[in-house]
T-cell receptor, first 115, second 112 residues
Framework: GAGVSQSPSNKVTEKGKDVELRCDPISGHTALYWYRQSLGQGLEFLIYFQGNSAPDKSGLPSDRFSAERTGGSVSTLTIQRTQQEDSAVYLC?????????????FGDGTRLSIL | DAKTTQPNSMESNEEEPVHLPCNHSTISGTDYIHWYRQLPSQGPEYVIHGLTSNVNNRMASLAIAEDRKSSTLILHRATLRDAAVYYCILRANNNAGNMLTFGGGTRLMVKP
């Protein structure tokens, strides 16, 4: 079946611009996660959604970052007034539900480059 | 999440089995053991997970020590496509386990 889909695959933008990154999770998965991965670095958690519950935003690095999930499916991560340190691969994952026993399935990410 | 220790790198020959070790001596009783891998320029890929018993799926097998302080990911027949960084992760069965955190992982190189 279809996996997690992210768009765009690559995004180059100028410092100070806003960007929107999109994630289509696996159908039926109630939990959706955003991470980012800088070059040669590990995975950094940003935010997760579970059903209609309030999202866990504890990983968002600043108030320039926000995310929403409409209709319990598609999610958009927005970065306002981008800075060079925002350059990274932004990864989306989904799982059937929350929990330590639930595998997370990832998209191939959006590679964001801030000039 | 409790810490895991993996070798930085391993080499294997194509079509041979590969055993990737992971030590997790501080594992708690309800922590799940997960393995993910990441190929170059791709997102992480779930491989397998388990709690106490050994597990098999179409990708690999997971052997868990009786005291759960170590585990081994087994690729039964390595292919060139298996060259990747393999991450062993412990995930708590509470809110803290909802997020993944990758350590250094093991870079597996497969020789033809």
């Amino acid at each position: 079946g279809a996996g997690v889909s992210q768009s765009p695959s690559n995004k180059v933008t100028e410092k100070g611009k806003d960007v929107e990154l999109r994630c289509d999770p696996i159908s039926g998965h109630t939990a959706l996660y955003w991470y980012r991965q800088s070059l040669g670095q590990g995975l950094e958690f940003l935010i997760y959604f579970q059903g209609n519950s309030a999202p866990d935003k504890s990983g968002l690095p600043s108030d320039r970052f926000s995310a929403e999930r409409t209709g319990g499916s598609v999610s958009t991560l927005t970065i306002q007034r981008t800075q060079q340190e925002d350059s990274a691969v932004y990864l989306c994952a989904s799982s059937q539900m929350l929990g330590g026993g639930q595998p997370q399935h990832f998209g191939d990410g959006t590679r964001l480059s801030i000039l | 999440d409790a810490k895991t220790t993996q070798p930085n790198s391993m080499e294997s020959n194509e079509e041979e089995p590969v055993h990737l070790p992971c030590n997790h001596s501080t594992i708690s009783g309800t922590d799940y053991i997960h393995w993910y891998r990441q190929l170059p320029s791709q997102g992480p890929e779930y491989v397998i997970h388990g709690l106490t018993s050994n597990v098999n799926n179409r990708m690999a097998s997971l052997a868990i020590a009786e005291d759960r302080k170590s585990s081994t990911l087994i690729l039964h027949r390595a292919t060139l496509r298996d060259a990747a960084v393999y991450y062993c992760i412990l995930r708590a069965n509470n809110n803290a386990g909802n997020m993944l955190t990758f350590g250094g992982g093991t870079r597996l190189m497969v020789k033809p």
